[in-house]
């Protein structure tokens, strides 16, 4: 008995003690709240991604800059001999339209460098001309009349020479996965494909078309390349 009095005062002063200790530091371990984590979290998230677009932004600036400094963009030429030129900002391809004769209309697609075949070389090894020659395609779409058949030519455009690759007949009323795509143009008679080679010919699409293309696309690859660049400046700029 004499001993459970010693205890309970004891006891009673030791609870004491804890709620005093409990009022004056409810959080003893000095832990961080939910809220807090999240906060700061969410605040170094949001330095790591202005850091990081701050390089690219700086990167790309630096690229434009250097590009500009090797190129000046050239004014887009709005015609080539009686051809309409459309040069199609931000796309891969340029339109060239024309009327021949009475009732003809001629429209060109074509497409910026789609490809290149190295050049040939000299006996020592040493290449005629540049390394490479780089290709475009041109589709080339002939009617008469609106509402007309469209007689198709897709050609190879080299940087001198054009080539014809298959020739065929669009017709207004039938969807392109049902049309006969027409046999190679060099399996096509010799003389016929003369003919046909004639026949672009004086509707003004010849090598000196092919010689226009490549120039006019060396400077829209540059042209475009420098505007995709600011394109994607703008966009990561934008709040």
């Known amino acids: 008995m004499a001993m459970a009095r010693?205890?309970?005062?004891?006891?009673?002063?030791?609870?004491?003690?804890?709620?005093s200790v409990s009022q004056k530091n409810p959080n003893p371990?000095?832990?961080?709240?939910?809220?807090?984590i999240v906060t700061t979290r969410s605040y170094i998230s949001e330095m790591?991604?202005?850091?990081?677009?701050?390089?690219?932004?700086?990167?790309?600036?630096?690229?434009?800059?250097y590009k500009l400094e090797l190129f000046t963009p050239?004014?887009?030429?709005?015609?080539?001999?009686?051809f309409i030129v459309d040069d199609r900002p931000g796309e891969q391809f340029i339109t060239l339209k024309k009327k021949f004769g009475e009732k003809e209309e001629i429209k060109i697609e074509v497409t910026m460098f789609d490809g290149s075949i190295p050049v040939e070389k000299s006996d020592k090894g040493i290449p005629i001309g540049p390394d490479v020659e780089f290709h475009i395609t041109l589709i080339v779409n002939i009617s008469?009349?609106?509402?007309?058949?469209?007689?198709?030519?897709?050609?190879?455009?080299?940087?001198?020479?054009?080539?014809?690759?298959?020739?065929?007949?669009?017709?207004k009323d039938k969807k392109p996965d049902q049309l006969y795509m027409g046999p190679e143009f060099k399996d096509l008679d010799d003389e016929l494909q003369e003919s046909l080679f004639n026949f672009l010919d004086t509707r003004g699409?010849?090598?000196?078309?092919?010689?226009?293309?490549?120039?006019?696309?060396?400077?829209k690859d540059k042209t475009e390349f420098i505007r995709w660049m600011g394109t994607v400046r703008s966009f990561i700029e934008k709040k």
């Open 205 to 219: 699409i010849d090598d000196d078309l092919a010689i226009f293309a490549h120039e006019y696309m060396k400077n």
């Open 144 to 171: 008469k009349g609106e509402g007309s058949d469209v007689l198709e030519f897709v050609c190879s455009a080299w940087p001198d020479s054009i080539e014809i690759v298959n020739v065929l007949v669009r017709w």
């Open 6 to 19: 010693l205890i309970r005062p004891l006891r009673r002063a030791l609870i004491s003690s804890s709620k």
């Open 74 to 82: 050239k004014q887009p030429i709005l015609e080539y001999d009686s």
């Open 48 to 65: 790591r991604k202005a850091a990081l677009e701050g390089n690219i932004l700086r990167l790309i600036r630096r690229e434009i800059q």
């Open 29 to 36: 371990l000095n832990l961080q709240s939910p809220i807090s």
